[in-house]
């Protein structure tokens, strides 16, 4: 989680943002590339309420702007299961190609729990995340940390 965010300037000339997003879309959408719980993998926890609380939209507002986005636009994918957002070009207006992002996205993509999501953001992403790298792997890496520790 990074406390801070530049996003492109060409987010106000992409043809999709110009011709087919209103006021209330840019702004959402501002938010979505840039709150706090953002990363550079642009998947996210980010609950309805917390959306709620920081873009003062009321909840039936958030839920039509996910729908909108996600079955419209077609430009996120949300998960409310997990409470998970995948924003599907995060990278277009957000994104550094360094060593240091590609550990970063490669460590958030193990903390995505919705399989649904994983499965969208490997074929994006897979490059930079080795084969096998999920979640199970982590709790497989401190279980053995926590036996080896109770043995010492």
Same mark, same amino acid.
């Given at each position: 989680?990074?406390?801070?965010?530049?996003?492109?300037?060409?987010?106000?000339?992409?043809?999709?943002?110009?011709?087919?997003?209103?006021?209330?879309?840019?702004?959402?959408?501002?938010?979505?590339?840039? *709150? &706090?719980?953002?990363?550079? $993998?642009?998947?996210? #926890?980010?609950?309805? !309420?917390? =959306?709620?609380? /920081?873009? %003062?939209?009321?909840? *039936? &507002?958030?839920?039509?702007? $996910?729908?909108?986005? #996600?079955?419209?636009? !077609?430009? =996120?994918?949300? /998960?409310? %299961?997990?409470?998970?957002?995948?924003?599907?070009?995060?990278?277009?207006?957000?994104?550094?190609?360094?060593?240091?992002?590609?550990?970063?996205?490669?460590?958030?993509?193990?903390?995505?729990?919705?399989?649904?999501?994983?499965?969208?953001?490997?074929?994006?992403?897979?490059?930079?995340?080795?084969?096998?790298?999920?979640?199970?792997?982590?709790?497989?890496?401190?279980?053995?940390?926590?036996?080896?520790?109770?043995?010492?």
């Amino acid at each position: 989680m990074a406390n801070f965010r530049s996003i492109k300037t060409i987010f106000w000339s992409d043809s999709k943002i110009v011709d087919e997003f209103s006021k209330d879309d840019r702004y959402f959408y501002l938010y979505l590339l840039t *709150n &706090e719980k953002s990363n550079q $993998l642009g998947c996210y #926890e980010l609950s309805i !309420k917390q =959306i709620c609380r /920081d873009t %003062d939209f009321e909840k *039936n &507002e958030v839920e039509k702007l $996910l729908d909108r986005f #996600e079955n419209e636009l !077609k430009i =996120i994918y949300y /998960d409310y %299961d997990t409470k998970e957002i995948f924003i599907k070009n995060w990278h277009k207006y957000n994104w550094l190609n360094s060593e240091k992002t590609k550990k970063c996205i490669e460590k958030e993509f193990s903390l995505v729990k919705s399989e649904k999501l994983r499965n969208l953001i490997y074929p994006l992403y897979g490059a930079y995340i080795p084969h096998g790298s999920n979640k199970e792997k982590e709790k497989e890496k401190n279980k053995n940390k926590k036996n080896e520790n109770e043995k010492e």
